[in-house]
């Protein structure tokens, strides 16, 4: 049982950047697609970036390209997002998540971490 831990999280003015980390443990991580989500108050969670296996393959929504990267450390059981040019609406709780193939679809998703806060504001 794959579990997954996000850290990074913190309070940032807008223009400003982030990393978040996601480590996992309990299994191969490497064996899975990777994912971050992201949930605003009152608001769905959507889909944010993710990665292959391998690294060698990303997505990211549109509302974040450009701004944020997301790449992984198979090494160090660690998936990353970078953060630039964060905007009000970027304030969120951002989760990590594992799945058995790329994709977006937050269902298609079998691991969740518990999340962390991300707020931006001047």
């Known amino acids: 049982q794959v579990q997954l831990a996000e850290s990074g999280g913190a309070l940032v003015q807008p223009g400003g950047s982030l990393r978040l980390s996601c480590v996992a443990s309990?299994?191969?991580?490497?064996?899975?697609?990777a994912g971050w989500f992201r949930q605003a108050p009152g608001k769905e969670r959507e889909f944010v970036a993710a990665?292959?296996?391998?690294?060698?393959?990303?997505q990211a929504a549109d509302s974040v390209k450009g701004r944020f990267t997301i790449s992984r450390d198979n090494a160090k059981n660690t998936v990353y997002l970078e953060m630039n040019n964060l905007k009000f609406e970027d304030t969120a709780v951002y989760y990590c998540?594992?799945?058995?193939?790329?994709?977006?679809?937050?269902?298609?998703?079998?691991?969740w971490g518990q999340g962390t806060q991300v707020t931006v504001s001047s």
């Open positions: 309990g299994g191969t991580f490497s064996a899975y697609a």
């Open positions: 990665v292959s296996r391998s690294g060698g393959i990303t």
């Open positions: 998540a594992g799945a058995s193939a790329l994709t977006m679809v937050p269902e298609q998703y079998d691991y």
